[in-house]
DNA sequence: GGCATTTAAGCTTGACTTAAGGTTGGTCCT
DNA sequence: AGGACCAACCTTAAGTCAAGCTTAAATGCC
């Protein structure tokens, strides 16, 4: 984890970097507002600690260009003013908390730990199999990076085989899963459904195994 | 956007409730801890305000038992008391923002709107896309820069359709953050409320994908 | 009373099912 | 071993039905 300090007393810089790095984070350190404009442009943060009062460029200037630029790191705001009217105008401007000083350098610690926790929370738990993935949360499928459209059906099969890779899965056990009753089983719903995946993942992304079910083929390099 | 608040001075309860429903806010209002954990577990909130000191159940108890369900809400926690040994254990706890008593409603709204702007993953308080532009603060939606009238209900809809981009939002989980009360699905308002927002921002802007949900239309430029 | 929201009813559409004929692979028989 | 037979599976196309659309009228909230 890489945090950048805009911090103009080189006193406060000091105490929380030191206070960052015992809790192991990579931390850059810099003093004016031209400097931390440029540094939070080019470089890759996990977080930003922005101190309001800066000399060459005021703070909020700074995070506006950030987030124009589209930069979406969190960022801690540091004041010494303790009106509620500037914290509301750096909320809106993008940041993301907020802190007055005088504060205990273990707090700036707990509140870089909480946005970075929270902006990481984001990272959803997409399944894979060789080229091909799928999000449940987006509900979105990809083969080699290109989204592949799916319907509700074939996305919660996909899903399944996704669930279980490896296994042999049954007709009667894809039906049991996909359907919310049970089926009548001397239809070929099934088999038109894999006909359906097999034509928008590759025709050997699902093997047969006669009498017994179908399952992920071992390694997916073909198409 | 549904938000929680879990509250057991009424007046301050009132208050704050009154200020997000002023932002398009829907709001529900709890005033101790049993009942706080029961809401947070089994409805579906975009954020929570939870005070610290409540009767039946601590604050603190209640946030712990959410994060080890598995519940991943933005949490902002309210507390008389200032000290910032008491901020790192509620940030531990798994809170996301911090406020200490007595503060102003509008630092609270601004505090929510910043934390679901950060739940969602964007950085920017006015909310894009193609474009439509929609500013929660001034409760405004313009397209190609002309403004454009929205009813409460389309607001809502529109906004959390824009914290979501890119999602297939079902119809369950549109009710269930734009409405307080739960409600009869068998119902056919969210298609009527998808129409008319078509009708106002054009028919591609929102498409359907057959029993999924509706999403914002991938490239919506010049239509 | 005026406006926002919901209900209701008929219509449209496309996802899923059915059905029919083709293909494959295993097995048994000579 | 070779071939014939059968069952399991594949493929395509057409039909059906429920999900979603649209409009208008009814309801309910300021």
Redesign the pocket.
Known sequence: MRVLVVEDNPQVARQIAAALQRGAYVVDVVSDGEEGEFFGLTESYDAVILDLGLPKCEGLTVLQRWRQAGRTMPVLILTARDTWREKVLGLRAGADDYLTKPFEVEEVVARIEALIRRAAGHASAVLAWGSVTLDPSSQRVTIRDQPVEM????FRTLSYFLHHPHAIIS?TELTEHI?NQDF?LD???I?????RL?KKLG?SFIS?H??KGYQLTAFDHET
């Open positions: 319907t509700a059906l074939e007709k359907y009548d239809s070929n719903v088999e038109v459904l894999i006909n097999r025709a047969t006669r009498g």
